[in-house]
């Protein structure tokens, strides 16, 4: 998968200014002019000098050409159109060649010469000049063609009546690649018949992006190009992973686009459909459809051996790519057409690219069309402090990938659940630990680069995570974790079964049913059913002492008393079950644990998290946007010493924080192990102060009751989820109850809680805890910084990433789903 490859950052770079350059002479486009070609020049010439051995260092070949490169490539692509064009087109060839990993499958003479002179060694023989040549004339040929099309036909492409023709055009090419493929494979040809499509399918590439180049010519026609532009990245990025599959797999962005172009009509005639019983049907069809392909490849193993027992061989199908995510996204779309919420988008090109587009194609977030179609139509600017966010959130994703997920996966997680017994009590729940820490840290960094990669491109995709393990009870962990599939269940599933409506065991039903579903949504197996039970009768049993628990007097007296009551509830089960359960297995034994400690912990979360009456908001000591760095050292005389160092103090704070930060960093190559922990805990202390400080000493004072009270609800809500996840991360019933029985042995050992592990774990409890304010200081600081200073912190991050990284790579946990 592109995504977790070390090319991805050179396929979005190029994508970048392949869509910027679709946006040419935009008035906000003002700021990248300067760098669009001449970073893509410098490079190439950079690339160049290597291959002539010219330098040993790259970063000395770009910084020796990149100022001459910069002004004569500005210069010509400011000038000339042509020079647009056959930069666009090379991009385009960057972005097709980092996906068929063959230079020599590139069709056209700009990215054939330029591409083939970097990644070859040696030179051409004259039989294959002469087959390039023929090739390139075609390819030049079908460019000319299609830019043309492109600036004289886009107006009629982009209405109505020509996006109609172009679903048509859609489906028929679909039936012919179906039919080819089910007459190759019945002749047991398929590879080589693959193998001969495949050779053409840049052809394609140069057709649909030259029609892209051309309508960007034109100020009409722009917004179909710069969509154009972004179909064919996202297309390519998903086929970047059918493309190393066996067999049809290698179809299966055609199965994908099938499924698409469907959705499409059925939104269509869903909309225009009167008749109740008609749209129903429509909406029963594009349901049937989209979940019928998703259980085909998910669900037929799991139900045809593991639930019905059938007399049939398993299939043993590879799971496509993002299957889950897609589905719901498109589902989501003719529900809510369905629901009169949002009119039926007459643009498939638009529709295609919302399902398909490539920074959250993968493993979301699950994004609505209600989100997302209003911005391909509208294509909302580019701009540089949103891109420079961007940036900064795709570092963060990076450093909890690479330094954090990675590292606690390799060093203890995945050594501890392949076999549990060989390790103590003690390790096993620095294990299960660990795992909480690596999935979230894994899938909010496959998030935090999603979003990061969207907004520098200047879309808003949102939120999938807000610090879920700060939750003080299971319902607030759903509105934390995962939020796009949540809510999705919440609309879709929870709401459409009767949501809250009704006596309250309906409830608590629905609740559990929809967490049942949701399991088996990550996967095909009983432990993700499991999973979803526990979340799901948690979820019912927490709403249940909820309701009797509310924040009056009255509520507050009824909760101490069923406090105690499942108090004595628990007491005396604990008792039965060391009576008459001491020799029973270990399910029944697990069953009967969680029946009476569960009412128990439902009601200390539900009591402990009840919320307050808010304090009287405090003064703000500092503006939003911080203190200039100047201004930190620079005393007012008429402000008293006192009020002049509360107000710089969050900031002094914070640079302390940057400091130590550093320190931790020198540490780590330094190798003084002993200091690793306590510079982590300095460097998270300075970050919660300064919060402290800036949101005032009263309301800490008027909350500290309540933050603590809170903090233990948090810690039980903890335990419970990590509970959920030792089923989610077993690979089988015996290897999550292995991992429950070691637990319970008692042993200390540690032996294999090597430094390097610990402070990952500690590291990352850190980073969960961390001071919002300090957070967005620090964005806004980098965002701040001239583009000169972003470079080099960039750089440096960088750096440090490559020494933190491992040889191994790990793909995104949630790749899997």
């Not at 879709?492 to 049942?516: D, E, F, H, K």
């Not at 050292?633 to 008429?638: A, G, M, Q, T, Y």
């Amino acid at each position: 998968m592109l995504f977790s490859n070390p090319d991805y950052p050179l396929f979005l770079i190029a994508v970048f200014f392949l869509y910027a350059l679709a946006r040419w002479g935009a008035p906000q486009l003002a700021w990248i002019r300067v760098a669009v070609v001449g970073l893509v020049g410098s490079v190439g010439l950079a690339l160049a000098a290597l291959r002539a051995g010219i330098f040993d260092d790259p970063l000395i070949v770009v910084f020796l050409v990149y100022a001459l490169v910069a002004v004569v490539a500005i210069y010509a692509v400011a000038r000339w159109a042509w020079a647009r064009i056959a930069v666009m087109v090379l991009l385009g060839d960057v972005v097709f060649a980092l996906v068929a990993k063959d230079p020599g499958a590139l069709w056209d003479p700009i990215g054939g010469v330029v591409i083939r002179l970097v990644a070859e060694e040696g030179g051409w023989s004259a039989g294959e000049v002469g087959r390039l040549a023929a090739h390139w004339a075609i390819g030049v040929a079908v460019l000319a063609g299609a830019l043309a099309v492109g600036r004289r036909c886009g107006g009629w492409i982009a209405s109505g009546r020509g996006e109609a023709w172009i679903a048509r055009g859609v489906v028929i090419a679909l039936a012919a690649v179906g039919a080819t493929v089910a007459l190759a494979a019945h002749g047991d040809v398929l590879d080589p018949a693959t193998a001969a499509i495949a050779s053409y399918g840049h052809l394609v590439v140069l057709l649909v992006l030259g029609v892209a180049i051309g309508a960007t010519r034109e100020p009409a026609h722009r917004r179909l190009g710069r969509v154009l532009v972004l179909f064919v990245a996202s297309a390519l990025f998903y086929q970047a992973w059918a493309s190393a599959m066996p067999g049809p797999y290698r179809y299966l962005l055609a199965l994908l686009l099938g499924t698409i172009v469907l959705d499409y009509y059925l939104g269509i005639w869903i909309e225009r459909s009167e008749a109740p019983a008609r749209r129903k049907a429509l909406v029963i069809v594009s349901v049937c459809s989209n979940l019928g392909v998703l259980f085909f490849f998910k669900y037929a193993d799991f139900f045809s051996q593991d639930v019905l027992h059938l007399p049939v061989r398993r299939l043993h199908l590879i799971l496509p790519a993002g299957i889950s995510f897609h589905t719901f996204q498109s589902l989501s779309y003719t529900i809510d057409v369905y629901r009169r919420r949002l009119r039926a988008t007459r643009s498939v090109i638009s529709f295609a690219t919302f399902v398909l587009f490539f920074p959250q194609l993968v493993a979301g977030p699950i994004v609505r069309a209600q989100d997302l179609l209003p911005q391909l139509t509208e294509l909302p600017p580019l701009q540089l402090e949103a891109a420079t966010a961007g940036l900064f959130r795709i570092v963060v994703g990076l450093f909890k990938k690479i330094a954090l997920a990675d590292t606690l996966a390799l060093a203890l997680v995945d050594r501890v659940f392949e076999a549990p017994e060989r390790f103590s009590a003690l390790e096993v729940i620095a294990a299960v630990y660990g795992y909480a820490l690596q999935i979230y840290l894994d899938f909010s960094a496959y998030s935090d680069i999603a979003i990061g990669s969207a907004q520098v491109l200047g879309f808003t995709l949102p939120e999938n995570f807000r610090t879920p393990y700060r939750a003080a009870n299971l319902q607030e962990f759903w509105r934390r974790w995962h939020i796009s599939l949540s809510t999705w269940l919440r609309d879709y599933l929870y709401i459409t079964l009767g949501g809250s409506q009704g006596a309250p065991w309906r409830t608590y039903v629905n609740l559990s049913l929809t967490m049942l579903l949701g399991g088996l949504w990550h996967g095909a197996s009983w432990t993700f059913v499991v999973w979803g039970a526990l979340h799901g009768f948690g979820l019912a049993v927490t709403r249940y002492f909820q309701r009797h628990a509310e924040p009056d007097e009255r509520g507050a007296r009824r909760g101490g008393r069923m406090i105690a009551v499942c108090a004595g509830i628990a007491a005396i089960g604990l008792g039965l079950h060391r009576a008459l359960l001491s020799d029973a297995g270990t399910w029944p034994q697990l069953v009967a644990a969680w029946l009476y400690l569960t009412p128990l912990w439902a009601v200390l979360t539900a009591w402990l998290s009840r919320e307050e009456p808010a304090p009287v908001a405090p003064m703000v000591l500092i503006a939003d946007e911080g203190l200039p760095w100047r201004a930190l050292f620079r005393r007012d005389p008429e402000a008293p010493a006192a009020r002049v160092l509360r107000s710089r103090l969050p900031e002094l704070l914070r640079l302390a924080m940057c400091a130590a930060a550093l320190g931790f960093l020198a540490a780590l190559a330094w190798e003084p192990s002993w200091t690793w922990i306590p510079l982590i805990a300095l460097t998270w202390a300075l970050g919660i102060a300064a919060d402290a400080v800036e949101r005032g000493g009263a309301e800490l004072r008027v909350r500290l009751a309540i933050y603590a009270r809170r903090a233990l609800s948090v810690v039980l809500v903890f335990q419970y989820v990590c509970l959920a996840w030792v089923f989610f991360r077993a690979t089988s019933f015996d290897n999550a109850l292995g991992v429950l029985r070691q637990i319970a042995g008692g042993e200390t050992d540690h032996a294999n809680l090597v430094p390097i592990v610990t402070v990952a774990l500690v590291t990352g409890f850190a980073c969960h805890l961390f001071g919002d304010g300090s957070f967005r200081w620090l964005r806004r600081r980098f965002v701040g910084l001239p583009p000169w200073a972003q470079g080099a912190l960039l750089a440096g991050v960088a750096l440090v990433l490559r020494e933190l990284g491992h040889a191994k790579i790990v793909p995104f946990i949630y790749f899997q789903f």
